[in-house]
């Protein structure tokens, strides 16, 4: 994903997860067919039938119904009011949803519970320019959870060139878990200014040529563990930005997609700063690439203490990959001085086929890769790729650290300059304190800001 730029079906999920506050249970389904009685007989005498409760999810052509959305409102605000409450989104029934926010603060405790199917309004053109800034926006809510066997999508085709359709935003203990995100308008979910987070066996797609489709997006977010879930997109199946820190992701299969990215980071000069991060027991098949860490010339921070370890790669173009000069026009790419500074990264027991290249790290004259670590790392060419004769070697640039047998290709023994070349050198992060103290802010949630 492109710094930090998303439209994404979580914000809804969050957002919908903030109704699991405090609420006995709240179905929404009976809200609605207890207002829908009022017009039982109006649409007997135009020669139509009216089923009671939300629209059914047997094919019938979209519409909206604002008995359903005012029913979601009014469930919200019911449930936020009480503690443990939950909101149900019955099975059965599809509820098309227009452009809403549902915020906190609220007692704690709050389920929602979504079995049902929850779709994007099926046009655009008839909202005002605010409306397609968010599909649906969740803040300020705490002790959250959103779960059930439920159906989210997002029509992405309809979004995918608008951002911020769906926003999730400055909260507390979020739990989702179990639900499927199909079509999404940019990311599938996203994290913003929010702190223990737990994802855990969702299923998430969206079309391989999707643009921007991001599967987990995290910024500004801390104490995060993904976790048992497949995620199939046209960008990162999982993106850590800025002022993420204490994330631990695993048991994770990802393809098609771009694999799982750090960054980009640094954009037009900014700060960014992201740490103890471990990325381990996970799949990948189709990617463009494996794992990898992306930062733009110019900027300022780091990127410190990052496992990637026990992964399995199926004709992945690129595995592993750090790239200092990432830009969006990969052939006119700014020449800046400054890069977020690389430090104590490891990839171990990393094992597959590769389609591109193997091992390309490509890290900043100015301010090296340091204490970067190969262990373990086997990897050969892809059958097609071995017999057209285009076998790429692995390729470290100004990468300091060391590698540990067994490793295959054989070039990655000598790709890694030694440590001891790193005071030669004098690499130097002027702004390791400046990260410590974001990372400190990042980790403290305000559940009264008033950050729109």
């Known amino acids: 994903m492109k710094g930090s730029k998303c439209l994404s079906i979580p914000y809804l999920i969050v957002f919908l997860a903030s109704l699991h506050i405090s609420f006995s249970v709240v179905s929404i389904e009976a809200w609605s067919s207890s207002h829908r009685n009022n017009y039982h007989h109006q649409k007997h005498e135009n020669g139509r039938s009216w089923h009671h409760g939300p629209t059914p999810v047997a094919p019938s052509p979209p519409s909206y119904d604002s008995n359903t959305f005012n029913a979601l409102i009014k469930a919200w605000e019911a449930a936020c009011e009480v503690e443990g409450g939950t909101v149900e989104i019955p099975a059965g029934y599809t509820f098309f949803i227009r452009p809403l926010t549902l915020q906190g603060p609220c007692m704690p405790g709050l389920l929602l519970k979504i079995d049902g199917t929850i779709v994007a309004p099926p046009e655009i053109s008839s909202w005002s320019e605010s409306e397609l800034l968010e599909w649906i926006n969740i803040k300020w809510v705490q002790n959250f959870t959103i ?47 929010s702190a223990r987070v737990k994802v855990l066996n969702v299923s998430l797609y969206s079309p391989e040529d999707s643009p921007n489709t991001d599967g987990i997006h995290l910024q500004e977010t801390t104490d995060v563990e993904i976790s048992h879930s497949t995620i199939a997109c046209g960008d990162d199946c999982i993106s850590i ?47 463009q690439f494996g794992v990898r860490i992306k930062t733009w010339q110019g900027g300022k921070g780091s990127v410190k203490n990052v496992s990637f370890s026990s992964i399995r790669v199926s004709n992945v173009k690129v595995p592993l990959d750090i790239n200092q000069y990432y830009c969006e026009n ?58 057209g004769g285009r076998i790429h070697q692995a390729l470290c640039q100004n990468s300091y650290g060391k590698t540990e047998s067994p490793l295959m290709p054989s070039s990655i023994h000598h790709c890694l300059r030694g440590m001891s070349g790193v005071a030669e050198v004098g690499v130097q992060n002027p702004h390791e304190e400046l990260c410590q103290y974001q990372l400190g802010r990042s980790s403290s949630v305000d559940l009264t800001s008033s950050v729109p």
């Not at 911020?164 to 995100?181: E, G, M, N, Q």
């Not at 980009?264 to 098949?285: P, Q, T, W, Y």
């Not at 001085?337 to 591109?356: L, Q």
């Not at 004259?365 to 990897?379: A, F, G, I, S, T």
Request: hydrophobic letters at 35%; one cysteine or more.
């Open 147 to 193: 779960q059930g066997n439920g159906l989210i999508d997002g029509r992405g085709s309809e979004w995918w060139d608008f951002s911020k359709a769906l926003r999730f935003y400055s909260s507390l203990d979020v739990t989702v878990r179990d639900i499927r995100i199909v079509n999404s308008p940019q990311c599938h979910l996203k994290f913003d200014s």
């Open 241 to 287: 930005q800025t002022g993420c820190s204490n994330v631990h992701v695993h048991h994770i299969t990802c393809g098609p997609g771009h694999g799982i990215s750090l960054g980009g980071l640094g954009r037009n000069g900014s700060f960014a700063c992201v740490s103890d991060i471990v990325v381990e027991n996970i799949r990948m098949h189709a990617t």
């Open 330 to 387: 990969h052939n006119n790419c700014e020449n800046l001085t400054g890069t977020v500074a690389i430090s104590n990264i490891e990839f171990s027991r990393i094992w597959g086929t590769y389609s591109g290249q193997p091992i390309l790290f490509t890290c900043s004259d100015e301010v090296p890769c340091v204490n970067v670590n190969l262990v373990d790392v086997q990897l050969k060419p892809t059958m097609s790729h071995n017999r």
